[in-house]
């Protein structure tokens, strides 16, 4: 089952990824951990996507679409994957689409968690991060148990900069511009799914799973 996220950012798809990926099986892959990944272990796809990110340049579509291609061709893919992050764009979509059709493959679902922008900023800047060990937490949905400190580690939490309201409106600006064709593509394609996000997280994964069969 090879499944793509699609989904306003802070619309909760990587938080579905990775239940989906654990209820079925199947590898969650995030185009952040192939990068790191290929990056650590110095590999050649890693040496030169580190050369693009290293002068603050985004990875062009093509080698992106080589490292998620290396990836998804790995053993623990053979019953499907979940992709998450990628592709973001409709050449990264039709790419793709490429690479799988020479493997003959193809994607089977693209699942888009549908959440209005308002909800984005409103549960956004709600989040809070611990810059020590990385726990994320939400002020409403998911508090620490006491104020202001991780549960993990006890260091202090914090609003990063990207979740705050005015730069969660650029990223769901660029979001809309860049991202949102790809619900069409993928409609035209037969494959789209759409699942409401405003529901609590449990309800969202019900949808899902409803989607994709027990």
């Known amino acids: 089952m090879k499944i793509i996220m699609l989904g306003a950012p802070g619309a909760g798809k990587g938080t579905q990824a990775k239940r989906i990926a654990e209820k079925y099986s199947i590898p969650h892959i995030s185009t952040g951990d192939i990068f790191r990944a290929n990056i650590k272990n110095g590999t050649d796809l890693g040496k030169k996507a580190k050369e693009y990110m290293d002068q603050g340049l985004l990875v062009p579509d093509e080698l992106t679409c080589d490292l998620v291609m290396d990836r998804i061709q790995q053993d623990d893919c053979k019953n499907g994957f979940v992709l998450d992050g990628f592709p973001r764009t409709i050449p990264q979509a039709e790419a793709l689409d490429g690479a799988l059709n020479k493997i003959g493959q193809k994607m089977d679902f693209a699942v888009d968690v549908d959440v209005p922008d308002e909800n984005i900023v409103n549960r956004m800047s709600g989040r809070r991060a611990c810059l020590s060990c990385g726990a994320t937490y939400h002020v409403e949905f998911n508090p620490t148990k006491a104020d202001g400190i991780c549960d993990a580690c006890g ?57 994709l069969g027990a």
């Open 155 to 211: 260091a202090q939490t914090v609003l990063r900069d990207d979740d705050k309201p005015e730069t969660v409106q650029k990223r769901l600006t660029v979001y809309h511009d860049q991202t949102q064709p790809l619900i069409d593509y993928y409609k035209n394609q037969g494959i789209l799914k759409s699942v409401d996000g405003t529901q609590p997280m449990d309800s969202v994964f019900d949808a899902i799973v409803g989607i």
